[in-house]
């Protein structure tokens, strides 16, 4: 008696087994990667800075001697059995440390940041709608600070000491010499003053009856000053950091074997010399991104822009202890996020480099 012939696997399982596999295999390969290992390790310390900088915030915070009850207490239409049932719902009748722990497992377990004493709305909802005008504003310094500063100081390097270089110098010197808020206000008398840039806001009065075109533009028709009075500063500085790292590169020895070779100029600078030079900007991204956002609040302020700078300015005027908490959660996960990614573009832009061997903490 023959045994039944064993049966053929449709076309349909033969491709699933067959993409199975290397599926499989990819995932391995991409979870014992040198990036998944740094990913997971810096995931760990960022949980750790989040951690303690709530507690310090928390602590900071609860030095205070007044809270957001103390400016209710001196209106006569609040009777005290109002204040003491406020008192209750915010849980500022309980230990500060209750208060920490309370929230803290809220953060953990919901992503609960708690209401807002002032809104009486979630900070979560409140942070997405702020979070995006912010990053917005950040993004568009970097690209137009990038985009302008290292070009003139490529420029300053290949002319060095030449007139044109000298100008750029000047021009550095004056733009660093510079305060945010001075540029701020300086651009705002500029707004006042011409017709041709709004004041302040996000948007003008008619933003709604706008087409999608027409609110994009209207959007970065508002972005225009308070993005220059971000970049002007940031551009100064990187501006000069890039003349000096593409000069240091051009000083190296294979920089003088390429031109004996008779390579041309522009290929030994666009190619060779300015890839390794930069290696030191892209590391300085991050705290270029931490430095815009805090450079944000003021433009913020000032142009009336609707971001996490201003509604963190609100929050620690009223003493609202969960949404100050939220906005200052918030704006420190955005620096780790900066840096995070400003190494993983350093490791794409560079291969050479070992994320495990930078000691970056």
Not at 42 to 70: E, H, K, M, W
Not at 95 to 104: A, S
């Amino acid at each position: 008696m023959t045994s039944p012939a064993p049966i053929d696997p449709s076309p349909k399982a033969k491709a699933l087994g067959k993409k199975g596999v290397p599926f499989f295999q990819t995932l391995k390969a991409f979870l014992s990667s040198e990036l998944a290992v740094y990913s997971v390790r810096r995931l760990g310390q960022a949980l750790v800075t989040l951690l303690l900088a709530s507690a310090l915030c928390f602590t900071v915070i609860q030095l205070s001697p007044s809270n957001y009850l103390d400016a209710l207490k001196l209106d006569p239409k609040i009777s005290q059995e109002r204040i003491k049932e406020l008192s209750q719902l915010f849980g500022l009748d309980r230990p500060p440390i209750e208060q920490y722990f309370r929230w803290l497992w809220q953060v953990v377990t919901q992503l609960n940041f708690g209401d807002s004493f002032i809104s009486q709305r979630p900070v979560v909802d409140l942070l997405w709608e702020r979070v995006p005008n912010t990053l917005l504003l950040a993004i568009a310094s970097i690209i137009l600070t990038w985009g302008i500063a290292i070009p003139l100081g490529i420029v300053g390097a290949v002319n060095q000491n030449r007139w044109l270089d000298q100008l750029l110098q000047v021009l550095s010197y004056i733009g660093q010499g510079f305060p945010s808020f001075i540029t701020a206000l300086a651009l705002l008398f500029f707004a006042q003053s011409t017709p041709f840039f709004p004041v302040g806001g996000m948007t003008s009065i008619n933003h709604d009856d706008l087409n999608w075109l027409g609110r994009q533009l209207d959007i970065g028709w508002h972005m225009i000053l308070p993005t220059l009075a971000l970049s002007i500063t940031s551009f100064a500085g990187l501006q000069r950091i890039t003349r000096g790292n593409l000069l240091d590169v051009l000083r190296q020895n294979y920089i003088q074997t390429a031109r004996a070779k008779g390579l041309p100029e522009n290929r030994v600078i666009y190619v060779h010399a300015l890839r390794n030079a930069v290696n030191p900007l892209i590391t300085l991204l991050g705290f270029e991104f931490a430095s815009l956002l805090g450079g944000a609040f003021i433009a913020e302020y000032f142009f009336n822009w609707p971001g996490l700078g201003r509604l963190t300015l609100q929050a620690v005027q009223a003493i609202d202890l969960y949404l100050i908490m939220g906005t200052l959660m918030m704006g420190a996960a955005m620096l780790i996020l900066g840096n995070f990614l400003a190494d993983i573009l350093l490791k794409v832009v560079d291969p050479r480099i070992q994320l495990d061997d930078r000691g970056i903490n």
